[in-house]
């Protein structure tokens, strides 16, 4: 497994222990975004991207974050010890959505994406600097995913879909073809 692209996103806060975000393409083919670059007290690390943990209302079974005081759906009050604590005393409030299988991957996946962060804090110095374009859920328009343009991929399926009696009439026409 190999990082073949790593996108940085600064956060403009400087007071913030949040530096930036960012997404790690791995291999050219698996995007995991959202990922975290904080400040810690001796270097920069990496938080992988989570989601709030949730419970269910004992009222009408609606899902609601651990923090929530009352239901989101009913509106009933929320029992305030719900939340369990891990062993030193802290509710775990967040689970990752992705992360490294072992230390070694973690490793490499902090060193990488800290150096490109560096590379990017060098950069924003510059004059004229343009921050790089994050790509998100919601935004396919004209941005490069792994080398292929969304606009040729967009035109690839409209002419699939522009002829779809075209291709029926072709397999049909061929239906049979080398049996014999």
Known sequence: ?????????????????????????????FVVRDLKIIE?????????PSRKLTDRCHGCGSKNHLRAKFCNDCGARLDENRSRSRGG?????????????????????????????????????QPGYVPPKMD???DFSGEEISGESTRATQAGRESEASSPQDKTKTESDNFGEGIG
Do not use: W
């Open 40 to 48: 810690g007290t001796d270097d920069y690390f990496v938080a992988m």
């Open 89 to 125: 005393g802290r509710t775990k409030m967040h689970a990752d959505v992705a992360h490294p299988i072992n230390q070694q991957s973690r490793e490499y996946i902090q060193s990488e994406i800290v150096a490109a962060f560096k590379k990017e804090l060098e950069l924003s110095q």
């Open 136 to 138: 998100t859920e919601d």
């Open 1 to 29: 497994m190999q990082i073949s692209e790593i996108r940085i996103k600064l956060v403009g806060s400087r007071s913030d222990r949040l530096k930036a975000f960012c997404s790690v393409t791995f291999d050219d083919s």
